[in-house]
């Protein structure tokens, strides 16, 4: 999974797990510049003659191998693997199972604060309907997305108070009060 930097409006594809933090308007003009070939320091000069800036572009491959999953020592990985293979057809995806079956319904309070902010891919404190369809992905790159239905039912399970996303104390009783069934 990647994002768009939209506060950069560069449309920078980064890795979906890597932490973006948004940047201060000194920074932003800076790179802005940075990006034109320009140096703050030396108007007029470009950052490659000032022995600043060298850029090599470098395509990002998911596959490769230093990319772990984001559930890496929280969860097993044979049980991960196990939910994931339980729900690898359309319409399959029963989260009650699926929390049982990879372990995250027996973790500890902290865990499920980590695996929301795993799955709250854009930090925004709530996980919205966007974030939910592409859940399974946060355990294996390569799982498919969930449909429009799974997407639905799963968000009408977890959202409580009806603002239409769900909040971590949400998440956290969705996760332990199911029954596996």
Do not use: W
């Not at 940075?34 to 990002?60: F, I, M, N």
């Not at 790159?141 to 799974?150: K, N, V």
């Amino acid at each position: 999974m990647h994002a768009l930097y939209p506060p950069l409006g560069l449309g920078c594809v980064v890795p979906a797990a890597f932490p973006i933090r948004p940047l201060q308007q000194q920074q932003r003009a800076g790179l802005f510049l940075a990006l034109r070939g320009r140096s703050r320091r030396a108007p007029g000069r470009s950052l490659q003659s000032t022995g600043v800036l060298s850029v090599s572009p470098v395509p990002y491959k998911a596959e490769t191998p230093e990319i772990k999953m984001a559930f890496a020592g929280v969860l097993n990985d044979a049980d991960v693997t196990a939910a994931l293979d339980a729900c690898k057809a359309a319409d399959s995806f029963n989260y009650k199972q699926f929390f049982k079956t990879c372990g995250l319904h027996g973790k500890s309070a902290d865990d499920l604060k980590k695996a929301f902010s795993i799955i709250d891919q854009d930090k925004s404190g709530f996980i919205e309907e966007d974030e939910l369809k592409l859940f399974l992905q946060n355990f294996k790159a390569d799982a498919r997305a969930l449909t429009d239905s799974e997407t639905k039912a799963f968000l009408k399970a977890g959202d409580t108070d009806g603002d239409g996303k769900i909040g971590a104390d949400e998440f956290a009783v969705l996760v332990k009060t199911n029954n596996g069934k």
